[in-house]
């Protein structure tokens, strides 16, 4: 696999994981299972048959 087809297979990958992340942290404010004013919110990123673990954590201001 080049190196450009590369990239562009993570950039897909990681599109996916922010656009339905973002969907799915906007369903959960709408139906108001958050309280509060920030969402505190964690993602781990793990790949099969690796050792790879990576944690990435946050705030989200609400509405």
Do not use: C, W, Y
């Amino acid at each position: 696999m080049s190196e450009d087809a590369f990239n562009m297979s993570i950039r897909k990958f990681l599109k996916e994981v922010g656009v339905t992340s973002q969907r799915k942290i906007e369903e959960t404010v709408r139906k108001g299972q958050v309280g509060g004013e920030k969402l505190k919110v964690r993602m781990t990123l793990t790949a099969d048959g690796t050792s790879l673990e990576h944690v990435v954590t946050g705030e989200i201001e609400l509405p």
